[in-house]
Structure formats: C-alpha cells, structure tokens
C-alpha cells in the first residue's frame, strides 16, 4: 500500500512491567479476547501487506486486552497497547536489561483505498503472536506466527460504508531474537533480460504485461519488453520504470520464494497496479526504487 505518514513519535506509557516485558501497558488486568467473539457480518477487508485477513472481530465494547502469554525458552514477551495512536518505537530487553530488538510502528492514509493503517516492524528477530487494530465497530485482530513486520493494517468498516479511523493498537506475544540478519536474494532486471532460459517455468518473455498488471497502460507489451523500458518524463516515463523493476520482482518472487523480500507475487501486483492506478509519478517511482533495492540483493548460495 501507498502510504502517507502521520502524526509524531511518542513513547507509550508502561505499567506493571515483567522480566522480559515489552510493556504491560494500562493499569487494568489484561484479559485475552473470547475464543468465540460475537458473529461479524461486515467487510472484512482487502487484507494487510501480506495478504493477512483478520482472524478475529470485537464487538465497540470488548477492547482486546492482553493476559498470559506462553513464551518459549528465548524469546521475550511483548505486551503494548499504544491509545492514542501514534506512531513510535519500543526497544524489547532480555531479563537482564540488554536490548535485544526493537519493535516500531507507524500510521498512515492510503489513498487508493481510503483506509487508515498501521504498519509494524521488529528489527533482531522475529514477533509471533496478536495485533488488534480498534476504529469505528469495534477492533480486527491479526494473528503473526515468526514475522519480522506487515503493512496495512486497517480496523473494521463503519456501517456507512467508509473506513475509520485508527483509536488505538495492542501487541500481545512474544519476540523470538535471531543471531544475525537474513540473507536476501534477488536478481537485476538486466539479469532476466539477458537470461530467457533462467525464467521460472510460469512465465515467459512472451507473456503480456497486461495479463499481470492489469493497471497497465502499456496493454500490448510483452514481459521481455517491459525488462527493456527506458524511463522518460511525466507518469508514463514513471510506469515504464516501475514496469522494468515489477517483471524483475515478480521473476524473482517466483524463482526465490522466501528469500526475495516481496511477501508474495499477489503483494508486488497489487502494489503495481495501485501505484499505476495512482497516476501520480512520485508514488510509481517510490515503489520501484524500493522494488529495485530488492532486486539488487544478489543471488544466495
């Protein structure tokens, strides 16, 4: 999603903190939500980043609170309610005090969507566990099992059809440290344009670009043309750029899997399409300056 920050850093403020605590944040006991929550008939959304629907509505009334959590041996619990929200980070300790990860977050406004959002991220490790984002009908609870971050994040839709705004977040599991940073992978555009035969076997440089991104104004154009874009002024200039860099994402989303930082090939195309959608220049030239950084990470052993 195409976002837009808002609002300014702030710390939230901590009661009751435990070895290993994130926060225990609000002073009130915390109480895990109903295993069987009132029945949602509503909109449950387009889904996060990457492509998370929510698993869990709650009633305005039932705000999500966070009790015992099981932590396995190493990792440390994360406990944090940020009300109101505001966009910020939160450095997680061991039970020595020695910081072993930080967890940030951040709001903003997509305008292809018209929805507010969270985005979240943990740099050293991974989070596992819930995120209830509340605004409007009440709150959407996500559930992460070893993620390092997400994006998009919304709350449920307002009766009138629009989407709210955000009223506040929790964070409720635990952070599992990782002894040194990933190793990505990811090849050039002029990789795949001079290495047909590398193709994964679902695309060839035949295929129409419209069949993939179906925002596209260059409908006739094939994959391998799109590889050999040049830029150009004004917003067809910008697509022509973001095209080369989105064949070459969606080439290394399918050969690398896990490795290629994309969370999937539905994410890149989505994001394509919204980006083109946009018709805005600088909103396509972000996106595919972030797609080129993954494109350049190199091939793994």
């Not at 989407?163 to 040194?180: D, K, L, N, R």
């Not at 419209?210 to 154009?221: C, G, N, W």
Request: glycine residues 12%.
């Amino acid at each position: 999603m195409i976002l837009a920050s808002l609002l300014l850093l702030a710390v939230p403020v901590a009661a009751e903190v435990g070895a290993g605590d994130v926060v225990q944040a609000d002073v009130a006991p915390l109480v895990k939500p109903p295993d069987e929550p009132p029945t949602y008939e509503g909109d449950w959304g387009p889904g996060t980043g990457s492509d998370l629907i929510p698993y869990k509505w709650l009633a305005p009334n039932d705000n999500y609170q966070c009790g015992d959590v099981q932590v396995p041996p190493g990792s440390y619990r994360v406990s944090l309610k940020v009300d109101p929200p505001v966009p910020g980070s939160y450095s997680i300790m061991d039970d020595e005090g020695n910081v072993v990860g930080t967890l940030t977050y951040t709001l903003g406004y997509d305008e292809i969507s018209k929805m507010y959002v969270l985005d979240w991220a943990v740099q050293g490790g991974t989070f596992t566990g819930d995120i209830a984002v509340k605004g409007g009908p009440g709150s959407f609870v996500y559930g992460y099992t070893g993620f390092k971050g997400d994006t998009g994040l919304y709350p449920p839709k307002n009766p009138g059809g629009n989407w709210p705004t955000i009223s506040h977040f929790v964070f409720c599991g635990y952070f599992t440290p990782c002894c040194e940073e990933p190793v990505y992978c990811g090849l050039t555009p002029g990789y795949w344009k001079n290495h047909p035969g590398a193709w994964p076997a679902d695309y060839d440089p035949n295929d129409l670009v419209k069949d993939i991104f179906t925002s596209s104004t260059y409908r006739d154009a094939t994959l391998m043309d799109a590889l050999n874009f040049g830029g150009g002024p004004g917003t067809g200039g910008a697509e022509r750029i973001l095209l080369r860099a989105a064949v070459a994402a969606v080439l290394n989303e399918a050969t690398f899997g896990d490795c290629y930082q994309a969370p999937s090939i539905c994410s890149i195309v989505v994001q394509v399409n919204e980006a083109i959608g946009s018709d805005d220049r600088a909103t396509m030239i972000a996106l595919a300056e972030k797609l080129d950084e993954w494109n350049n990470a190199g091939e793994s052993s």
